[in-house]
């Protein structure tokens, strides 16, 4: 009669992986950044719309396209 030890070894797919590779929260954190660059470029337009040079070029644009 022959026996046999068990195999102690663990099973590489039960193993965790470590706190580190953890990625919850991951997506929210990339929306957080999109929505952080859409407001501060947003800021940056409403600074150029509001220049002076800026609205005379567009009215002047607008006053052309609607004298065809």
Known sequence: MTTSTPDTRPDPTSLRRPAFD???????AEYAVVILAAVAFAG???????????QAILTDLV?????L
């Open 22 to 28: 953890d990625d919850r929260g991951s997506a929210t």
């Open 44 to 54: 940056v337009l409403v600074a150029v719309m509001r220049s002076g040079e800026v």
């Open 63 to 67: 006053r052309g396209a609607l004298s």
